[in-house]
């Protein structure tokens, strides 16, 4: 970039800053929502409230079937892109 777009372009910093922020941040957070481990973990936080009748059957088969298919699932990679 040359000097004059980068003068021109400052205003545009913080922009840029905030968005590279979100960026991180939706990230770290699909990382999270797709961690084999983390959703092991709520499969079994799940089956703990099933048995101790905080839930009802229907219930817990419409959350294991959400929590199996984020199993199963595929991460996106960067981008959006397959």
Same mark, same amino acid.
């Given at each position: 970039?040359? =000097?004059?777009?980068?003068? =021109?372009?400052?205003? $545009?910093? *913080?922009? +840029?800053?905030?968005?590279?922020?979100?960026? +991180?941040?939706?990230?770290?957070?699909?990382?999270? $929502?797709?961690?084999?481990?983390?959703?092991?973990?709520?499969?079994?936080?799940?089956? +703990?409230? =099933?048995?101790?009748?905080?839930?009802? @059957?229907?219930?817990?088969?419409?959350?294991?079937?959400?929590? =199996?298919?984020? @199993?199963?699932?595929? *991460?996106?990679?960067?981008?959006?892109? *397959?």
């Amino acid at each position: 970039m040359g =000097l004059l777009s980068s003068v =021109l372009l400052l205003p $545009l910093a *913080p922009v +840029r800053g905030v968005v590279w922020v979100s960026d +991180r941040l939706i990230d770290a957070a699909e990382a999270e $929502l797709y961690d084999p481990g983390v959703i092991r973990a709520r499969l079994a936080a799940l089956n +703990r409230a =099933l048995d101790d009748g905080e839930i009802d @059957l229907a219930e817990f088969e419409r959350e294991e079937e959400r929590l =199996l298919d984020l @199993l199963e699932r595929k *991460p996106i990679a960067p981008g959006g892109g *397959p």
